[in-house]
């Protein structure tokens, strides 16, 4: 059966709901394609990172920016994939994203990946996806990200400037307080609570005034309306020392460096302070005015003059310089040192002055020549010692005037230099005398040795002869009386005689006779005014001479034997 032909009036309808169609579709087209240039603009020209990718990671499309910061161009984008972009510790993440975007159509909050670009560096953007539909199905996932490389950067460095401050913080050596205006305690370090005694449950939030400060300072201070005044002017005490208090009531002293922490409007938020132990500082401080309570009392009531010398200035003299050098203390103050120094003794005393900065060692006492206000010549004992005075550093110098024992001393010296040269007179004529004395010895020995020998062969032969001779009873009588009187008058001489031929000297024959009468060494070294190892070096040429040395003969013995 043949099908009817349309007729005319069919055939134009129907040509007209197709123009009409070709015009809708037309104008579709032309909307669809200038969303497509505005979407095509927007996605290239954007300063945010555009991307597409399919539900399995691997991209579809990118824009400028997103391949420039990884690197890439778009010949590369068929290569790339979350797998080889997101940092591994990340996939899952990224996966999981996915899945959510799939059941959700969008992400619920941004999401922080680190990507490795080309170069093979790492970038970190944050990024926001949502699903693409194709033909009423989901198609792919596009997402938007930025760049977050540097604020991480900084993040990062913030982590770590903060770290670093925290373990700054809580490992220095010093107490770092944060109050707020109240005087209230909002952070305290380690060392803090260490210092104190608290825990940070005891100290947080307490009042400082009553657990770490006195309401009053030893000295009398208000230290309670200090803390109220800290909170509204920290300004004026930047730099502040006060006493504080540990938990178990010591007290102690701290050196305290305070900051007023203000916000945009200047409004006083909190009180940085940083505090240091000054404790032992003041004690020492005390412990130094004692001291020098102790020194003006020494020094006010010495007997000699304490001067204290800074290069040429004297920044103080006690009292008793006044009748040492004539000058009051005012015009000593207003002088310089040389000019209490005598100019015969100026080169000398500047030399050592200098000497300390040469590496020069100087005696710490010695003598001086000075010069009174009245031109008088004194002569001082000085000792001297470096000492801190003030921030100066200086000499204490301790002078004694010694002038009337020097003048002694000096006279003294004088009559030691004639005793001296009167001695070495005596000395010399003793010495004389001794020659003399000697010799007297030596002629006295010779006469004794003429008189014998002269007895021997001028007396004696005749004496024999006569007696050789008819004498009668009276001759002979007297020719014996001669005889007698004769060997009585020679007797001494026939003694010592009978040493000569031994080369005696007069002291060894003295104590040869000394021995025979039964003397010991000290008797006899006694007697003769000489020491012990004299007489025993005498004894010992004795025996020598006698040719008994080394044998065991008495000596005494042996010289009565030579009677």
């Known amino acids: 059966m043949m099908s009817k032909k349309p007729t005319y009036q069919q055939l134009k309808k129907k040509f007209d709901k197709l123009e009409k169609r070709f015009h809708e579709l037309k104008r579709e ?71 959510e975007i799939m059941r959700s159509g969008s992400q619920r909050q941004p999401t922080e990946y680190k990507l490795k670009n080309k170069k093979g560096d790492y970038v970190w953007i944050e990024t926001d996806g949502g699903l693409i539909y194709r033909e009423g199905k989901p198609y792919a996932i596009q997402g938007v990200a930025r760049d977050i490389t540097q604020r991480k950067k900084t993040e990062k460095a913030l982590t770590n400037s903060e770290k670093k401050y925290r373990e700054l913080v809580q490992s220095i050596n010093s107490v770092i307080l944060r109050l707020d205006p109240q005087g209230n305690v909002k952070f ?49 005490y930047i730099n502040n020392e006060n006493e504080n208090m540990r938990k178990n009531g010591q007290l102690v002293w701290i050196a305290w460096t305070n900051k007023g922490i203000q916000d945009e409007d200047g409004n006083i938020l909190e009180i940085l302070c940083v505090g240091n132990d000054i404790t032992e500082r003041k004690e020492a401080e005390k412990a130094l005015r004692g001291s020098e309570e102790k020194f003006r009392i020494l020094a006010d009531s010495a ?39 005598h100019p015969d003794m100026q080169k000398l005393i500047k030399e050592r002055g200098m000497a300390p900065q040469r590496d020069k060692k100087v005696p710490d006492c010695y003598e001086l020549k000075a010069i009174t206000k009245y031109g008088q010549t004194r002569w001082i004992d000085l000792s001297a010692a470096s000492i801190k005075y003030g921030d100066k550093l200086a000499t204490l110098a301790i002078a004694y005037d010694i002038t009337d024992g020097k003048q002694s001393k000096d006279a003294l010296f004088t009559r030691e230099q004639e005793l001296e040269k ?32 002269n007895l021997k062969q001028l007396v004696e032969p005749y004496l024999q002869s006569l ?45 040869v006779d000394l021995i025979k009468n039964g003397k010991s060494t000290k008797n006899i070294a006694e007697i003769l005014y000489l020491s012990t190892k004299t007489i025993e070096f005498h004894r010992d040429n004795i025996r020598t001479k006698l040719q008994i040395k080394n044998k065991k003969i008495n000596l005494r013995t042996y010289l009565l034997s030579l009677q």
């Open 188 to 236: 305290i370090n380690e060392f803090a609570k260490e210092f104190f005694g608290y825990t940070e449950k005891e100290i947080i939030d307490k009042n400082v005034i009553g657990t770490i400060v006195p309401k009053t300072e030893s000295s009398g201070r208000d230290l309670a309306a200090m803390i109220k005044d800290l909170g509204i002017h920290p300004e004026r």
């Open 467 to 511: 007696k050789q001779t008819s004498l009668s009873d009276r001759q002979n009588n007297i020719l014996e009386i001669i005889e007698t009187n004769l060997s009585e008058l020679v007797s001494p001489f026939a003694r010592n005689y009978a040493y000569l031929k031994y080369k005696l000297t007069p002291t060894e024959i003295q104590i």
């Open 29 to 99: 087209k032309e909307v669809f394609s200038k969303i497509h240039e505005k979407y095509t603009a927007l996605f290239e020209r954007n300063l945010h990172c555009i991307y597409v990718h399919d539900v399995e990671g691997r991209f579809i499309d990118a824009n400028d920016a997103a391949l420039s910061l990884l690197g890439y161009n778009k010949k590369d984008i068929d290569t790339l994939s979350l797998s080889s972009l997101i940092n591994e510790d990340q996939l899952s993440i990224a996966f999981a994203t996915i899945k």
């Open 422 to 453: 009167k001695t070495r007179d005596l000395e010399e004529m003793n010495t004389a005398l001794k020659v003399l004395l000697k010799k007297r010895d030596e002629d006295k020995v010779e006469l004794e040795e003429k008189i014998m020998t």
């Open 303 to 341: 007997p000699a003059a304490i001067l204290i010398v800074a290069g040429e200035e004297l920044l103080y003299v006690n009292p008793a310089f006044e009748p040492i050098f004539g000058f009051t203390k005012t015009e000593a103050l207003a002088m310089r040192f040389w000019d209490l120094v």
